[in-house]
């Protein structure tokens, strides 16, 4: 919400206010003032001047040589190239030595070999922005009305020595999304009088209800419909001052019809919509919800569908108007309109907010509708645009108003004690500065038996619990006066759970081994749902999903995590190292919550090793990844066994589960050739891993083994086995058997090619034999040596190599 101090001061008193001091009471108050634009700042010696004379430049096309009166009879020379600039008008000039916004200094100068003595100035060169310039204005200069001065002060003609504030508000605060609104929050706060303009005009003889006809038929969701006629308006542009309150609220002039319900909307806070009485052809409205799949062209000029559920405004016979969202082209006041007839209502909010968002339509009409309007403003809203039309169109507003009206308008009773107040707060304020807090808010109320009874003003829908009455009290007596207190009580110190310090030690073993956090949707298409999944579940749709990339819930964090780095090495990034901690999620069933677990998971791809002063480079393969997984295992005490395995998506050589005991807990390996080519990414290796699982057991007690006084012995061996047993296969056997003697056993040669069977592979190993309380003798080391090679040939026919 734009609030502009100088309208502002029409219904409070603000006179020795600074500006900057206002902005921090309405903040403390509750209300955050987001930003503060001073129009006028850093602006001088613009003022008004008059176009005597007009020609072309002789040696340019697009720029004129205009003579301009800027006052006391001065006439200065000004080159320019406006294509709406024209002898007779008033406009903005810059006079040499003028300051304009964005540290622009005016000063005397020669445009193509002419002189030029200063700068016809549009509103965008003055600080206004281009969306409420009026459409006449946009790619040229501003013409003045014809009653300006040359010489006087343009800034001040413009209204623009003002300041406006930027109001962030709360959903609950909607009654702050009017002039009128923020008029009672301030004279709250400053604790002033508030004067709204009196509603004056004299109607003619002839009834409304004489020409003009209306029918509600959906009440619950239009309860209250307020309906005026004006005749004879004459169409054409607003007064300045009306263009000057709109443009410092964010509000593009059109003309005068348009404008005034335009200006009632950020007043009273009450959507209006303007009907073309002629264009209506049936002379009268009738409310109604659509029916399936009729149709209407909004004022955009975009065709639109309705549902039964969307309510409309027709002439009875078609729709005119989508209710409380966006008027109908077929309706539109125009400037041959003659009659209006002016729509004042009160719609539901709920069906505002559904149509609104079926339609993708939002307006600044039904955003106020959807939060609430003041009931007791509706009739009165309409009879200020009455009479504002007949003020500055020169309308004949028709005696009396066609009114629908089952609306309860009574205000909500809260009762509320003092001693609730302070006890909620925590402090003591007295019954006296209560009851004068409550009075500075209008807050109508009675005291009997030590409680407050209020009637709590239509305006501030959000008053309905006690509650809300302290919040009003606190904020008014200012939260910065509420003291500080210690808790009262036996604390205790907080710490993380075990969860919460396992997934922390996680987050710092990956960033330790170089990976960086990413955060990702939750919400995937359903195509990538169940890309690269550990599970077996149906998929949880959304029912309104933003978009169809967006619909699913994810049930693996992989795809987003490899589309994290396809967008990074398409950016140049061309080594890539994320990990992500969240949850994926299961569906359980119908009227179930769908099961969530917290995964980890991570992809790498690039140079793992780039050291470029030696002048080594080495990409990223299986084992540095698998190397990474290893490392998380061994901080959080886990020991994980990996079986080969063929994933979807994955490549079917260099991909395995993870196994912890008998449980798979996740899966490593590399992205299959045919998805690095989609994504456009070179090797990629992903893992992924669920941490509930993993953390489930308490970290093992840690055990300390003295450094053996006692040498070690090691022998070498090389074996030749099938081409399908896997190393660790081999590494279990050399453990089991070797008993307590075998301390290390490490695999350092792996064979396969000429003078080797096409099923056979040579595999070495380097195993250490060591007591820790003895020297061991070569006849114990060769027993135990002989008794793994035993094993490993029963068990895995494995021959020695020669």
């Given amino acids: 919400m734009l609030v502009s101090l100088n309208w502002l001061a029409e219904y409070v008193d603000l006179q020795g206010q600074d500006p900057i001091e206002l902005a921090e009471k309405i903040t403390r108050s509750g209300i955050e003032v987001d930003g503060i634009e001073m129009r006028a700042q850093d602006m001088k010696n613009v003022v008004v001047g008059h176009v005597v004379s007009k020609e072309k430049h002789p040696e340019a096309d697009k720029l004129n040589i205009c003579q301009v009166d800027i006052g006391g009879g001065e006439i200065s020379q000004i080159v320019c190239g406006a294509p709406n600039v024209d002898a007779g008008q008033k406009v903005i000039v810059a006079v040499p030595g003028a300051r304009l916004p964005g540290g622009f200094k005016i000063k ?4 193509r070999g002419q002189e030029s003595n200063g700068m016809i100035c549009s509103l965008q060169e003055l600080g206004i922005e281009g969306k409420t310039v009026p459409k006449a204005y946009v790619d040229g200069i501003f013409v003045l009305p014809s009653d300006a001065e040359p010489g006087q002060d343009a800034l001040e003609y413009l209204s623009l020595y003002d300041t406006v504030l930027e109001l962030g508000l709360t959903p609950n605060r909607a009654d702050a999304m009017s002039m009128f609104g923020v008029a009672y929050e301030v004279a709250a706060i400053l604790n002033k009088e508030i004067n709204l303009p009196e509603i004056s005009y004299t109607p003619v003889s002839k009834k409304a209800s004489d020409v003009f006809a209306l029918e509600v038929e959906a009440t619950d969701a239009n309860p209250l419909y307020v309906a005026k006629v004006v005749q004879n308006v004459k169409v054409g542009p607003s007064p300045l001052w009306l263009q000057n309150r709109l443009m410092a609220a964010g509000v593009r002039p059109h003309n005068n019809v348009v404008d005034v319900t335009n200006y009632i909307l950020m007043e009273y806070g009450q959507p209006l919509h303007a009907f073309d009485y002629d264009r209506l052809e049936t002379n009268k409205i009738v409310v109604r919800m659509a029916a399936e799949g009729e149709k209407i062209t909004t004022l955009d000029d975009q065709e639109r569908t309705l549902k039964s559920t969307d309510l409309v405004i027709t002439n009875g016979q078609e729709p005119v108007a989508v209710a409380g969202v966006m008027g109908g082209a077929n309706s539109e006041v125009h400037d041959g309109t003659t009659t209006v007839v002016i729509e004042s209502a009160y719609f539901s909010g709920s069906f505002i907010r559904q149509t609104s968002k079926e339609l993708g339509l939002r307006s600044d009409a039904s955003a106020r509708f959807e939060k609430g309007v003041d009931p007791n403003r509706v009739e009165a809203a309409a009879e200020r645009a009455a009479g504002l039309l007949a003020e500055l169109a020169g309308g004949e507003v028709l005696k009396g108003s066609l009114v629908a009206d089952e609306l309860d308008k009574s205000p909500k009773q809260v009762i509320v004690s003092p001693d609730f107040v302070n006890e909620r707060l925590g402090m003591k304020i007295s019954f006296d500065e209560m009851q004068q807090i409550l009075t500075r808010l209008q807050f109508p109320f009675e005291v009997a038996n030590g409680l407050f009874y209020i009637a709590a003003p239509t305006r501030r829908q959000d008053i309905v619990i006690p509650e809300d009455i302290v919040e009003e009290i606190a904020r008014m007596y200012g939260y910065d006066r509420i003291p500080m207190t210690l808790p009262e009580g036996a604390s205790q110190a907080g710490s993380l759970s075990s969860y919460q310090a396992k997934r922390r030690l996680v987050r710092q073993t990956l960033e330790g081994a170089g990976l960086y956090q990413a955060t990702t949707y939750s919400l995937t298409s359903e195509e990538q749902s169940q890309k690269y999944t550990m599970y077996t579940a149906d998929t949880t749709k959304l029912l309104m999903p933003m978009s169809e990339e967006r619909s699913t819930l994810r049930q693996s964090l992989i795809p987003h995590l490899v589309e994290a780095a396809s967008y990074n090495t398409a950016r140049r990034v061309e080594n890539v190292a994320l990990y992500e901690v969240g949850s994926v999620f299961l569906d359980q069933g119908q ?30 393969d299986f084992f540095a990844v698998k190397g990474i997984v290893e490392a998380l295992a061994a901080k959080l005490g886990v020991e994980l066994s990996y079986t080969q395995a063929k994933i979807e998506g994955m490549h079917p050589g260099r991909t395995a589960t993870i196994h912890l005991g008998n449980a798979q807990v996740g899966f490593i390996g590399q992205l299959h050739p045919n998805e690095q080519k989609r994504l456009d ?11 509930v699982a993993l953390t489930a057991d308490a970290l093992p007690t840690i055990a300390y083994t003295p450094v053996s006084r006692y040498p070690a012995i090691t022998r070498d061996i090389a074996l030749v086995v099938e081409r399908a047993v896997p190393a660790g296969t081999l590494e279990s056997i050399i453990r089991a058997n070797g008993g307590r003697l075998v301390t290390s056993v490490r695999l350092f040669d792996l064979y396969q090619g000429e003078k080797m069977a096409e099923d056979k592979k040579s595999i070495a190993f380097s195993i250490t034999y060591q007591d820790p309380e003895r020297t061991l003798t070569d006849e114990e080391v060769v027993k135990a040596h002989d008794k793994v090679v035993k094993a490993l040939a029963e068990e895995v026919q494995a021959e020695l190599r020669g």
């Fill in 108 to 111: 005397k100068a020669k445009l």
């Fill in 591 to 620: 009227d179930e919550l769908p099961h969530e677990i917290e995964h980890v998971a991570g992809v790498v791809t690039g140079l793992w090793v780039d050291h470029a002063w030696q002048g080594e480079k080495k990409p990223v």
């Fill in 681 to 691: 990414l070179k090797e990629t290796y992903v893992f992924e891993l669920n941490l």
